[in-house]
């Protein structure tokens, strides 16, 4: 059964700093990965989506990185904003085309 | 429309009683799911309906919730005689198609908050 796994679950840095968010998953065998973030009160907002043959994507101060043998995602944000803070969730698209979810990362940026 | 909609924002519900929450999805979205997010609990998958079809009910926690998807579009998540176990965030989300491509990026709507009392 896949697992996903979201460490730390809570992070709290100083506005500016570059940080990491980590994504584990137990079963290799998945078709993508995709990294949200959820704000209070509204919906998941899709940030990137990297496809199994894939190993990194980037949009803006944002890059995803996936390590499929290993079973392993990185978030990296660069020049963190105060704007930032959010949940961040990782998903795992697996053999049954369903997304398995982690619990999250609730980020804070303080200025 | 141009997002996903849902109705309720809010529902408070006393134990016992049936709800029905709303999901507008994006035009043209054929995919659609609901999901159930718990108070720091990461999101648990309930159902999903390619078109009006749910080939995968095997996420819905009890009889006692049902769903269904007309026309292609709306789809309703009903709860019969909720339990205070039920209170959690239900969250929709559409996608263009649904499978292992990018075409599967998901777009949620905000929420419907049930509050079982």
């Known amino acids: 059964k896949q697992e996903v796994t979201q460490i730390p679950a809570a992070l709290s840095v100083p506005e500016g700093e570059n940080l990491v968010l980590n994504c584990s998953f137990t079963?290799?065998?998945?078709?993508?990965l995709q990294w949200f973030r959820q704000d209070p009160g509204k919906g998941l907002t899709s940030l990137l989506l990297i496809q199994s043959s894939q190993r990194e994507q980037t949009s803006g101060r944002l890059n995803a990185s996936l390590d499929k043998s290993s079973g392993r995602s990185t978030l990296y944000i660069a020049a963190s904003q105060p704007g930032d803070s959010a949940t961040y969730l990782c998903?795992?698209?697996?053999?049954?085309?369903?997304?398995?979810w982690g619990a999250g990362t609730k980020l804070i940026i303080k200025p | 429309g141009a997002g996903v909609s849902q109705s309720p924002s809010n529902k408070v519900t006393e134990k016992g009683k049936d709800v029905e929450l709303r999901c507008d999805p994006i035009?043209?979205?054929?995919?659609l799911y609901w999901y159930r997010q718990s108070l720091g609990q990461g999101l648990e998958f309930l159902i999903y309906f390619q078109g009006n079809s749910a080939p995968d009910k095997s996420g819905l926690p009890s009889d006692r919730f049902s769903a269904e998807r007309t026309g292609g579009s709306v789809s309703t998540l009903t709860i019969q005689r909720t339990q205070q176990e039920d209170s959690a965030v239900y969250l929709c989300a559409s996608s263009l198609s649904f499978g292992a491509s990018g075409a599967n990026v998901l777009t949620f709507g905000a929420g419907s908050r049930l509050t079982v009392l």
């Open positions: 035009s043209g979205h054929t995919a």
């Open positions: 998903a795992v698209q697996d053999s049954n085309y369903q997304l398995i």
């Open positions: 079963d290799s065998a998945i078709y993508n």
